[in-house]
């Protein structure tokens, strides 16, 4: 399994990102798949997720701020940010969760550093 992240850049407080995950390898053809974020010297924390049927959850940190969203193809998922805060800087990683059957197995992207100026 391997997932690919991209989209990360600067940008101004108030700006806009758009994250992009391609997930490969997967036994699974519209597997879970969500974000993290990591800031410097804090632990990684989850942001949002989006099942294999669709439903999605988040955060309270970025409700009405950030959107998940997976493409037509189901191994491509997004994750639109709006109204960037400083506070947002961060690496964001994807992630999968696969139950094998005899338990489960998380795996992470590459990450992709995002850093919002004031």
């Known amino acids: 399994v391997q997932l690919q992240a991209s989209g990360g850049g600067l940008v101004q407080a108030g700006g806009s990102l758009r994250l992009s995950c391609v997930a490969s390898g997967t036994p699974f053809s519209s597997p879970y798949l969500g974000w993290y974020r990591q800031a410097e010297g804090k632990e990684r924390e989850f942001l949002a997720s989006?099942?294999?049927?669709?439903?999605?959850t988040y955060t309270d940190s970025v409700k009405g701020r950030f959107t998940i969203s997976r493409a037509v193809d189901k191994n491509t998922v997004y994750l639109q940010m709006n109204n960037l805060e400083p506070a947002d800087t961060a690496v964001y990683f994807c992630n999968t969760d696969i139950d094998y059957g005899s338990g489960w197995v998380k795996y992470w992207g590459q990450g992709t550093q995002v850093t919002v100026s004031s």
């Open positions: 989006i099942s294999g049927g669709g439903s999605t």
